[in-house]
């Protein structure tokens, strides 16, 4: 491999952004690139970016984009079409990541038949641990997948989720068409249904730490039943369209 290129999406993440790369600093390989892929910001967001820029190695190439349109999927696709590492990390920017992040794609990644990985997500707080959410986001990257796509969870199908830090080979990504920018939400399951066509999907035995904002703000029985309801009905074939209602943004 040539370096795994690491790919944030941000749209007013200035409360978590610095924490984030701060972190990626410790990288132990360190990443090949960190490219910022921002959707407009009006906080001080971009600022945060430009300044600790200037404090990673020189072996790391930083690259910001202002993206044209907000949306996830957008973004993170302007963001990866620019890298030039042969591994993409899509890593949101309230999610914290183990210093061996690179030595783990790498492992992955080379294991035959072996074409995305994604993490087990532990979501946390200032003050809190969602250990039941977090339980059942686990759980849901295997049931899902059997219950609506039995034969392709047997061929290696995987759903995984933003907040598990996905990570893919950058040329079976562009093969496959990339994220579906029409899709609001759930532009990574959807993806994964496209990648096990060239090989199977890993979830790694190692945490990644997202932040628990959203539960924080629904509260834990909330958060779940919107979880399951959302992927049921996307399961199903429900627009993800009119499933955005359901899912608001919060920062």
């Avoid at 090989?199 to 909330?222: E, F, L, M, P």
Wanted: hydrophobic share 45%; aromatic share 10%.
């Amino acid at each position: 491999m040539t370096g795994v290129s690491i790919v944030i999406p941000t749209l007013n993440e200035a409360s978590c952004l610095e924490r984030t790369l701060r972190h990626l600093m410790l990288l132990n390989p360190s990443a090949a690139e960190i490219i910022i892929a921002d959707g407009n910001s009006q906080d001080e967001t971009v600022a945060i970016a430009h300044r600790l820029f200037q404090e990673f190695s020189p072996t790391t190439q930083t690259v910001l984009i202002q993206s044209e349109a907000q949306g996830r999927a957008i973004q993170m696709n302007r963001g990866a079409r620019a890298a030039t590492g042969d591994a993409l990390c899509f890593l949101h920017a309230d999610t914290l990541v183990p210093d061996d992040l690179v030595a783990i794609i790498h492992n992955t990644l080379a294991t035959p038949k072996v074409v995305c990985g994604g993490f087990i997500s532990l979501m946390a707080g200032a003050t809190v641990t969602r250990w039941g959410v977090s339980f059942h986001n686990f759980l849901k990257t295997y049931y899902a997948p059997l219950l609506f796509h039995p034969v392709l969870f047997f061929k290696g199908l995987r759903l995984l989720f933003g907040d598990q830090v996905m990570f893919c080979q950058r040329d079976v990504f562009l093969e496959c068409g990339c994220f579906n920018e029409a899709l609001p939400i759930m532009e990574e399951a959807d993806l994964c249904l496209r990648l096990v066509r060239y090989g199977k999907i890993r979830q790694v035995n190692r945490i990644v730490q997202s932040s628990d904002r959203r539960v924080a703000k629904w509260g834990t029985w909330k958060a779940t039943a919107i979880y399951i309801y959302i992927g049921f009905l996307w399961g199903i074939g429900v627009s993800a369209t009119y499933l955005k209602q359901f899912y608001d943004d919060i920062r």
